[in-house]
């Protein structure tokens, strides 16, 4: 290191800067891990550029404000928790608080998206536009390879997103409950559909994203297309259900990818959706079969994509 | 068996642009020129040697393995240089260069080794530690270079290496080339459509037009005895090429450079008093070792190469 150093110094006297030195050339002999190696580099890649880790400091205000505002909520309800057992009222208010496991999806899911728009088109739109991709694909990586872990990469991050507050929630609950054992026996068996639901909301969320990504290298479009995609389904099918067509409507809804989360998380975790929701005839197994059909073929658009994208 | 084989090679987009046609060429190691005018097939023979492109029929190997097939495990030992921009502004050289070289399968440590060592090798200083949206043409070139030597390759595929590069640029990447390819015994080929550079560091040629193989052989066996003085004047060249028309010269006029055809000693007096008597501004008159463009003049149907263009792309010099 201590003659890269020194070179480095005296080139700045011995001519203009990118002059050539003869220092010689080593071979590498060491290990060549391949393409198992490849894909998990690129999905840890995705999840920190997701969060603008590795990046200037202007890629991380947006990801930073909204993971931000994703915990919020949780925060505000430990906070309260705290204030709470100070009055001797802590366990009733827990029972009590608007924000719990249940409900914590819909309360942010709206920043969840907002999220996927921001984000997804840093990770293909990048790439696309600055014709990396030419450099991947010259790479010990198939194309499917480079989509897939992409795609999971920001999945993952999406996963931090939405579980990360449930977590706080679930330490403040505990520690600040009398009964610390009984509170964690309270609250055990909601980590069960907690998971569930934020495995089935960070793959749909995300998976329908970056499929929106994929197609385009400008970044206005992908996030125009991404809102487009999570708000116009549902605005259609509540202008059906307004003209008072509400079979269709109520079916239509399924295209909608927050409503059907909505629905996933009542089933998930046993709640009957209230009457702010309009969908409530569907069989359960419409929301579920919903969801995976998004995520699976969200997922394979993008690697379709990517197989025919020209380089 | 050779280092790269094809036979009979094709490759068509759609059923209108055939950008190879049967190409059948074995190529051993050293550094090969792989020389052709634009939309020849350099690119898309690259391509397909890495993989990326499905040739319409025929087969191709690459250190023996049938790129149909063993894409994956030929790219792994393959550093590929692509033609156009490649490089997000965002990152720094020592960003971008670490992270491909963990996706070519080198484990972290070694990564960030192998990257300070070839950016180093191209000649990137504390620079490399800005980001790349302020980089030179020249510097870009150098960081593009840089992420097709860090997994340290068996074969190098270079595209167009000295595009947009000034004529010092140039010759610091053919430098880089050469070295490469000499000193560190990597095989090298080099895509470009200016002979006048590639006959500089090759030590093997394939020239392809139109899809198909004009000729493969060692540089030597390109080189013919007859070759080419160039009259540089600031005006006049049509005058002068007339006039040495007259006096029984073979001249074809590049521009404001005239082209004579040496034979024997005989033309550098003639010129001498060509120029003389029509009293023209002479800016040079040097000697142009360029005998590989008669390979593509005597394609009856082909436009000749241009000679040395000073940036791609440069207007094609008419046929004799």
């Known amino acids: ?311 | 068996m050779a280092l790269i084989s094809t036979r009979n090679l094709t490759k068509r987009y759609g059923n209108a642009i055939t950008a190879l046609d049967g190409l059948t060429v074995d190529i051993e190691p050293g550094i090969v020129g792989l020389v052709g005018s634009n939309g020849a097939g350099k690119s898309t023979l690259l391509k397909i040697l890495l993989g990326l492109v499905e040739p319409t029929s025929g087969d191709a190997t690459v250190l023996d393995l049938d790129v149909r097939t063993r894409g994956t495990d030929i790219r792994q030992f393959v550093g590929y240089m692509p033609e156009h921009d490649c490089l997000p502004p965002d990152a720094s050289a020592t960003d971008i260069v670490s992270h491909l070289a963990l996706i070519s399968g080198l484990p972290r440590t070694a990564a960030r080794e192998r990257t300070a060592e070839v950016l180093r090798h191209v000649g990137l200083y504390e620079e490399r530690y800005r980001a790349i949206g302020g980089y030179s043409t020249g510097m870009k070139q150098r960081v593009k270079l840089a992420q097709a030597l860090v997994h340290d390759p068996r074969l190098l595929l270079l595209d167009e290496p000295t595009n947009g590069l000034d004529p010092a640029g140039r010759d610091e990447m053919l430098e880089l080339v050469r070295r490469t390819g000499t000193e560190f015994g990597m095989a090298v080929i080099v895509a470009s459509h200016l002979l006048g550079e590639i006959e500089r560091v090759c030590t093997h040629l394939v020239a392809i037009e139109g899809g198909r193989l004009l000729r493969s052989a060692p540089l030597g066996d390109f080189i013919e005895q007859t070759g080419t003085l160039a009259v540089e004047v600031d005006e006049g060249s049509t005058a002068l090429a007339d006039r040495l028309t007259a006096d029984g010269l073979s001249v074809v006029v590049d521009g404001r450079a005239v082209l004579v055809a040496i034979s024997d000693g005989r033309p550098y007096d003639l010129v001498r008093d060509a120029v003389a008597e029509l009293g023209l501004p002479l800016v040079r008159i040097e000697q142009r070792r360029h005998r590989l463009e008669d390979l593509f003049r005597d394609m009856p149907g082909e436009a000749p190469l241009p000679i040395e263009a000073p940036t791609a792309p440069s207007p094609q010099s008419g046929p004799p």
């Open chain 1, 1 to 311: 290191m201590t003659d890269a150093g020194t070179t480095a110094g005296s080139s700045v006297t011995a001519g203009p800067t990118g002059s050539i030195y003869d220092i010689g050339y080593r071979r590498y002999e060491g290990p060549r891990l391949g393409r198992g190696h490849a894909i998990q580099s690129l999905f840890w890649h995705s999840l920190r550029s997701t969060f603008g880790i590795g990046r200037g400091g202007r890629a991380k205000i947006a990801p930073v404000i909204l993971v931000g505002l994703a915990l919020l909520p949780a925060i505000a309800i430990v906070g309260a928790l705290t204030m709470a057992a100070q009055f001797g009222v802590g366990s009733r208010f827990a029972t009590n608080a608007p924000i719990r496991y249940d409900t914590y999806f819909s309360t942010i899911s709206t920043i969840v998206v907002l999220f996927c728009a921001a984000q997804a088109p840093e990770l293909f739109g990048r790439d696309q536009r600055h014709g990396v991709l030419a450099l991947y694909f010259a790479r010990a990586l198939r194309r499917s390879d480079y989509a897939l872990a992409r795609v999971a990469g920001f999945v993952a991050a999406l996963l931090i997103i939405e579980l990360a507050p449930q977590v706080l929630l679930f330490f403040g609950r505990v520690l600040l409950s009398p009964d610390i054992l009984g509170a964690i026996g309270d609250d055990l068996p909601s980590i069960g559909p907690v998971l569930a639901q934020a495995i089935l909301s960070a793959a749909l969320l995300g998976g329908l994203s970056m499929a929106v990504a994929a197609f385009t290298p400008r970044r206005a479009y992908a996030t125009a297309g991404i809102i487009a995609l999570f708000t116009i389904p549902n605005i259609v099918a509540g202008t059906v259900l307004g003209l008072g067509s509400s079979l269709i409507g109520t079916w239509l809804l399924l295209l909608s990818p927050t409503s059907v989360l909505d629905g996933t998380n009542s089933i998930l975790f046993g709640t009957a959706l209230g009457s702010d929701f309009f969908f409530i005839d569907l069989p359960n197994i419409a929301y579920i079969a919903a969801a995976l059909a998004g995520i699976v073929g969200s997922i394979a658009i993008t690697v379709r994509r990517f197989a025919r994208i020209a380089t």
